[in-house]
């Protein structure tokens, strides 16, 4: 089945130590987005490609990555972690080739630790 | 800059019964896309249920509802026939019609509970 795919579910990193997330999807999408989730919130924006065009939410720290290497994949690169950086990371997609246009297809999220 | 808000952090019902969530939404614009989604504990969001803003008919989607008012800028969310799986956390989110990309702005959640 096509879909939104995330690695690792689960990530533990120590405070300061860079870390990568991955996000691939089968869906052919030409949008993809970063969303930060932390406990009881609701998801926050940080960043979309719309194809290799990549936007930046005015929040998002500096500290937050992301590279699009093809339609397929993307990455969110956390350059130096927080304790504060600990949350789940929503990856989502969107755009036509499957389902309406309007619709963002969601990854099931990689929880990050940070120790 | 558009703003979401669920007022019901927690609600509870009983399996087969029926329970609306409610949303209301604050924008300028005329012409926007508002949705439901479900995220249950440890799973991936999907999508419930969307409405347009031009169509004035509520979305329906098997057993869930929705009761658009326009005016009020409210976007409440029937779930009938309540069943176990229902369980999850309920965003409410808004976007823009405009532009290529669809930026959505959630609410904060309300989490539901389906007593058997």
């Known amino acids: 089945d096509a879909m939104v795919i995330q690695n690792p579910r689960y990530q533990v990193t120590q405070f300061g130590k860079p870390v990568t997330l991955s996000c691939s999807q089968t869906l052919n999408h030409n949008v993809m987005y970063w969303y930060q989730q932390k406990s009881s919130q609701a998801p926050k924006l940080l960043f979309h490609?719309?194809?290799?065009?990549?936007?930046n939410e005015a929040d998002t720290p500096d500290n937050f990555q992301s590279r699009r290497p093809n339609t397929s994949f993307c990455f969110l690169d956390i350059r130096s972690p927080g304790l504060g950086d600990a949350a789940m990371y929503l990856c989502?997609?969107?755009?036509?080739?499957?389902?309406?246009?309007?619709?963002?297809?969601f990854g099931p999220g990689t929880r990050l630790t940070v120790l | 800059a558009q703003t979401v808000t669920q007022s019901q952090p927690e609600m509870s019902v009983q399996e087969a019964e029926t329970v609306t969530l409610s949303c209301t939404y604050d924008t300028s614009e005329s012409d926007y896309y508002l949705f439901w989604y479900k995220q249950p504990p440890s799973r991936q969001m999907i999508l419930v249920i969307r409405?347009?803003?031009?169509?004035?008919q509520n979305a329906t989607e098997n057993r869930f509802s929705v009761n658009f008012q326009k005016a009020a800028k409210s976007f409440s969310l029937k779930i009938s026939d309540s069943q176990l799986g229902d369980a999850a956390m309920y965003f409410c989110a808004y976007r823009s019609s405009g532009g290529a990309t669809n930026k959505l702005i959630f609410g904060t959640g309300t989490l539901l509970a389906v007593q058997p």
């Open positions: 409405q347009e803003a031009y169509k004035q």
């Open positions: 989502a997609t969107s755009g036509p080739g499957a389902g309406v246009l309007d619709t963002q297809y």
């Open positions: 490609y719309y194809d290799k065009d990549f936007n």
